[in-house]
């Protein structure tokens, strides 16, 4: 910090000193060239125009704190014993340098640091920080685990459907009130957990990206649409094998629609079979609501094996259209 004499009071900064009247002690001396509030003078005096004199501290407070510590050390280290011991037994009187060896040493018991450090020394410490805290992620794979649990929530959270995301919460144990900048914690807390319960954790989690809400529908161009289609795609899989004829896909469609599916996977011929010859096509002509609960409650027919046209990828990978 650089002020000039005219931005400042006389008194409002101090001549930082290790000992005598303003000393602050050799380890706390040090520790305030580290402080954001430590610099120089600058002088606007006739004939001194421009002289720099360093080495003050700007936060007198601070400093008279530290001050008086350094000054009730020395009192302590200097008085006078309640039996000249020294003079009984023969043994010869303290000498100062050995005094002030006693009040440099009494010094380090204090906790000696600067009221701010300088970011510049921030950014150098934090540096050191982030190369050990790396070498100690690596080692160790429950950090790893723990922090791509909480980055991979803290991604999804606000997305999920606030049933799925508090769910995810309880299991994995994450408080609500988790944003980024108190992770630390919480993942500290996650790798004291056994592996094998974070590797289930995180599974879950991932399961859970594919769920993330779409409100702009925009399907496959979404971010879940996109991973889902990814993922099936990758592992090979078939929604032919997952297809079921529920009430929610039969609403969605046009009547026409339902009916197209009922004839083409065989459900009207089979309902025929069972009901009477053109059975379903009074059925068909019938409401809505009909047809659907009478597809639902038909046990004679299995829908398994059968996928519509609008539900295979193809329909919905890429440029392709239903």
């Known amino acids: ?10 008194d409002g900064y101090v001549l930082l000193e290790e000992s005598g009247i303003n000393g602050v002690g050799t380890d706390q001396f040090a520790a305030c060239t580290s402080c954001t509030t430590y610099g120089a003078v600058v002088s606007t005096r006739a004939g001194q125009e421009g002289r720099i004199i360093g080495g003050h501290c700007f936060n007198k407070t601070c400093h008279a704190q530290h001050n008086a510590s350094y000054q009730a ?8 014993p309640v039996q000249n011991l020294g003079v009984v037994q023969g043994i010869q009187p303290h000498n100062p340098d050995s005094i002030g060896a006693k009040s440099r040493s009494a010094s380090k018991s204090t906790s000696a640091k600067p009221q701010e450090v300088k970011k510049a020394i921030k950014r150098s410490a934090f540096n050191l920080y982030s190369q050990m805290a790396a070498q100690a992620i690596q080692a160790n794979p429950s950090f790893v685990l723990a922090i791509s649990i909480v980055s991979l929530y803290l991604d999804m959270r606000s997305d999920l459907p606030a049933e799925l995301a508090t ?25 004291l957990r056994p592996i094998e319960e974070l590797q289930s954790f995180l599974t879950q989690m991932a399961a859970c990206t594919v769920f ?16 889902s289609l990814a993922f099936i795609k990758s592992a090979g899989m078939d ?17 026409a629609g339902l009916i197209a599916d009922c004839k083409v996977s065989g459900f009207a011929a089979a309902y025929d079979a069972v009901k009477g010859e053109k059975e379903f096509t009074k059925l068909a002509n019938g409401k809505v609501d009909v047809l659907i609960k009478a597809v639902l409650t038909f046990e004679e027919f299995s829908w398994d094996g059968y996928l519509p046209e609008a539900m295979k990828v193809s329909a919905h990978d890429g440029p392709a259209t239903a």
């Open 167 to 191: 769910r995810m919460q309880n299991v994995a144990g994450i408080p609500s009130s988790l944003h980024g900048h108190n992770r630390a914690d919480v993942e500290a807390q996650l790798a």
């Open 212 to 227: 993330r809400r779409d409100g702009s529908e925009l399907f496959q161009k979404s971010v879940p649409g996109a991973q």
């Open 1 to 10: 910090m650089v002020h000039t004499d005219m931005t400042l009071p006389e």
């Open 73 to 80: 050390l020395i009192a302590s280290a200097t008085a006078a």
């Open 239 to 255: 929604p032919v094998d997952h297809f079921k004829m529920t009430e929610e896909y039969m609403n969605s469609l046009t009547k």
